[in-house]
């Protein structure tokens, strides 16, 4: 995919990619940081907690397939963030 307003793949990044099990060629860069991690169990991703209660998304690659971008923008409308 081109780099867009949906999609930015960053190569370059020493993190790249963070998660190992999508594809090089359409890992979304646009959520590094996910917008919905702050919705602990709510946020729709696949994740766990640790012991600690630390919340782990490295199973989580819903914010990194260009698919999802409209599924999190709907998230983020319905929590009230934007």
Partial sequence: MENNHRFFRNPDCKHFPCH??????DFNCLFCFCPL???GDR???RFTF???GKKSCVEC???HMP???DVI???IKQT???
């Fill in 50 to 52: 640790s012991k600690n």
């Fill in 80 to 82: 009230g963030s934007i």
């Fill in 61 to 63: 690659h819903l914010p």
């Fill in 73 to 75: 923008l709907s998230v």
């Fill in 37 to 39: 991690y702050t919705l």
């Fill in 43 to 45: 946020c729709g991703g």
């Fill in 67 to 69: 698919t999802y971008y």
């Fill in 20 to 25: 190992e099990a999508v594809d090089d060629r």
